[in-house]
C-alpha cells in the first residue's frame, strides 16, 4: 500500500527553536509537497519540489526552507520558530504531471506542531 | 488568483440519508480540474472524486457523486446512504490545466458529521 510518513504526529517546541519536520514517500514520486492547514484557511502550499535538490516556493514560503536531498524524503524547516507557526502541517506526494498519468496526490498523516 | 468557496463550514446527516455539501470557485480559465478531498479524525486526507471541467458527465465514485455547474462555477458533493465512516472533513479544491495537482487552491473546508 502506498504511504506517505511524517516522523512526528505531534511536536512542541520553543521560540526561536529550529524545528525540522520529516515526510518520506516509498512510492517513487516526483513531486512532494509542503501545506500547513489552519481552521478556516484550508490547506496553504508552503513549498513544491519536483526533483531532487529542486524546490519552488508556494503561496507562504515565509519562515520556511526545504530540503530534497534524497528523492523519498522531503524536509520542512523553520530556522527560527515562533508562535505564529503553530499549525497543522501535512507532506503530500504525486507522480510527475509529464508522464501522462492520472495524477494523485497522497498525503501523510500530519505533524500538529506547537510552538510556545 | 483563483479562490474557491465553502459556504457550510459545518453540515450533518442521518444515517443511510443523502447529504449535498457546496463549493463555488471562481477562476478565468477555461480548462481546469476539480477536486474532493475527505480527511477524516485520522488526519490522513483521501482524494474522493475529480472532475476535468472539459468533461461535461458529472463524475461518480460509488455513493459519491458531483454536481458540475461549470457556467455557474459550482462544484458540490452529494453522498448517498451516509455511512458512519463519510464523517469527516471534506475539501474542494481546483487546479488550472497542466498545472500538479499539488498546486491546488483549496477551500476552508466543510465538517460533516454522520447521525447514527
Known amino acids: 500500500d502506498v504511504k506517505v510518513t511524517q516522523s512526528s504526529r505531534y511536536l512542541v517546541k520553543r521560540t526561536g527553536e529550529k524545528v525540522f519536520l520529516e515526510c518520506v514517500q516509498d512510492?517513487?514520486?516526483?513531486?512532494m509537497f509542503w501545506y500547513r492547514q489552519d481552521p478556516g484557511l484550508g490547506l496553504r502550499l508552503i513549498y513544491f519540489?519536483?526533483?531532487?535538490?529542486?524546490?519552488e516556493k508556494g503561496d507562504i514560503p515565509e519562515g520556511y526552507s526545504v530540503s530534497r536531498e534524497k528523492k523519498e524524503r522531503f524536509s520542512l524547516i523553520l530556522e527560527s520558530a515562533s508562535t505564529n507557526q503553530t499549525s497543522m502541517y501535512l507532506c503530500?506526494?504525486?507522480?510527475?504531471?509529464?508522464?501522462?498519468?492520472?495524477?494523485?496526490?497522497?498525503f501523510g498523516s500530519g505533524t500538529q506542531l506547537s510552538v510556545l | 488568483a483563483q479562490t474557491v468557496t465553502q459556504s457550510q463550514p459545518e453540515m450533518s446527516v442521518q444515517e443511510a440519508e443523502t447529504v449535498t455539501l457546496s463549493c463555488t470557485y471562481d477562476t478565468s480559465e477555461s480548462d481546469y480540474y476539480l477536486f474532493w478531498y475527505k480527511q477524516p479524525p485520522s488526519r490522513q486526507m483521501i482524494l474522493v472524486i475529480r472532475q476535468e471541467a472539459y468533461k461535461q458527465q458529472n463524475a461518480t465514485e460509488n455513493r459519491f457523486s458531483v454536481n458540475f455547474q461549470k457556467a455557474a462555477k459550482s462544484f458540490s458533493l452529494k453522498i448517498s446512504d451516509s455511512q458512519l465512516g463519510d464523517a469527516a472533513m471534506y475539501f474542494c479544491a481546483y487546479a488550472p490545466w497542466g498545472t500538479n495537482a499539488g498546486k491546488s487552491t483549496f477551500g476552508d473546508g466543510t465538517t460533516l458529521t454522520v447521525k447514527p
Open positions: 519540489s519536483y526533483d531532487v535538490k529542486m524546490k
Open positions: 503530500a506526494s504525486s507522480r510527475s504531471y509529464l508522464q501522462g498519468l492520472r495524477e494523485k496526490l497522497f
Open positions: 512510492m517513487d514520486h516526483e513531486n
